[in-house]
């Protein structure tokens, strides 16, 4: 199956993509916020670059599209049809990566949360506000 779009135009498209202060972790971000949990965000001194680090918790969170990090079992990470097998290295690359840097954050001692894209309009970010609160190093 060809591409429905020419190259220049699929250039300008995947060069919008971006990796941080997207639309799904502004969403996460804005809920905690207002829930009055303050944050720091894309540490760079921490394994994967957690989208949202609670330091004084030793939580971290991950705000991740469902396509770029491969949800299991979703319908939005569905691999495309063009370049199959591109894509299919490319993203695997992303989930051992992400693995990896879980485990790395989990040795160090940090409880490292995924909140998925697709999850963000469920009860997922009042289930990720308790489990950041019970977390709480100062209780």
């Known amino acids: 199956m060809t591409d429905h779009v020419d190259q220049a135009t699929r250039s300008r498209m995947m060069a919008k993509v971006?990796?941080?202060?997207?639309?799904?972790?502004?969403?996460?971000?804005r809920y905690l916020h207002a829930r009055g949990l303050r944050f720091r965000l894309h540490r760079r001194d921490?394994?994967?670059?957690?989208?949202?680090?609670?330091p004084s918790r030793?939580?971290?969170v991950f705000v991740h599209g469902c396509f770029w990090h491969q949800h299991p079992g979703c319908r939005r990470a569905k691999l495309p049809?063009?370049?199959?097998?591109?894509?299919?290295?490319?993203?695997?690359?992303?989930?051992?990566?992400?693995?990896?840097?879980?485990?790395?954050l989990e040795i160090l001692g940090w409880?490292?949360?995924v909140v998925w894209e697709c999850e963000i309009e469920?009860?997922?970010?009042?289930?990720?506000?308790?489990?950041?609160?019970?977390?709480s190093i100062h209780k």
Not at 122 to 135: F, H, P, T
């Open 18 to 29: 971006r990796s941080q202060n997207t639309k799904p972790e502004l969403a996460v971000r």
């Open 46 to 54: 921490l394994p994967g670059k957690p989208d949202m680090v609670f």
């Open 58 to 60: 030793r939580v971290a």
């Open 81 to 104: 049809q063009t370049r199959a097998d591109f894509w299919r290295e490319k993203l695997e690359a992303n989930v051992r990566r992400d693995a990896a840097a879980l485990a790395a």
């Open 111 to 113: 409880t490292a949360l």
């Open 122 to 135: 469920g009860d997922a970010l009042e289930e990720l506000y308790q489990r950041i609160q019970g977390s």
